[in-house]
């Protein structure tokens, strides 16, 4: 069963189990997938600050789009979960002759990498979440002022927490021209997301 599947109690339960999973990647998702649907809800509320069709369609677009990064973010809770246990998979692999260590390092770097994909998916889809945010804040209920922002800050944390992630797994991979693209994507992701919070902000 996926994690989001279970009950919010079980869920808790997984998180502060002994396990290494879920661990801190797919919390970040999963803090994502929150705020996203925060603003879509904010969105599809009546009594919106719109004044033209035009707005109106930006805010209903808004909306459909916040929803489906929430429902991107929800798969990546699991997404990340089993990448990170193909890592620890890897690491299991046996070491006792030459060969196998050199199949168990190529298999490691092989499944670090994979694994260090979902986090960066769970930034862009909190970056782009975030870019929606402006519309919602500027044009929906201004009663629900506060719901953009507390989704602000969770989609805030998702982003830095999957940036945390993506962060460590870099530091053991050996492919350095991977290792410098993500590390820019990743930090302009950063500085987007923090310019776009700013500018949601001031549209309220």
């Not at 502060?16 to 509320?45: C, D, T």
């Not at 862009?124 to 602000?152: M, P």
Request: charged letters at 20%; proline letters at 4%; glycine letters at 8%.
């Amino acid at each position: 069963m996926k994690l989001t599947a279970h009950p919010l109690t079980d869920l808790l339960a997984a998180f502060r189990s002994p396990e290494p999973m879920p661990g801190g990647g797919s919390a970040a998702a999963l803090a994502g997938a929150v705020g996203a649907s925060l603003l879509a809800m904010v969105a599809g509320l009546p009594r919106s600050r719109t004044s033209t069709p035009d707005e109106a369609a930006r805010l209903a677009d808004a909306g459909a789009r916040c929803t489906a990064i929430a429902a991107q973010l929800a798969e990546l809770v699991d997404r990340d979960s089993v990448a990170y246990g193909t890592v620890m998979a890897a690491f299991r692999m046996p070491k006792g002759t030459d060969d196998e260590k050199a199949a168990r390092s190529a298999t490691i770097q092989e499944a670090t990498q994979s694994a260090t994909e979902a986090p960066l998916h769970v930034m862009r889809a909190c970056a782009e979440a975030i870019r929606q945010a402006g519309d919602v804040a500027a044009f929906g209920n201004s009663n629900a002022a506060s719901d953009v922002q507390v989704a602000l800050e969770l989609l805030g944390a998702g982003l830095r927490g999957a940036r945390h992630n993506v962060a460590i797994n870099l530091e053991s991979l050996k492919d350095a021209g991977y290792v410098a693209r993500v590390t820019g994507e990743t930090d302009r992701l950063g500085a987007d997301a923090e310019r776009d919070v700013l500018a949601a902000r001031a549209r309220f």
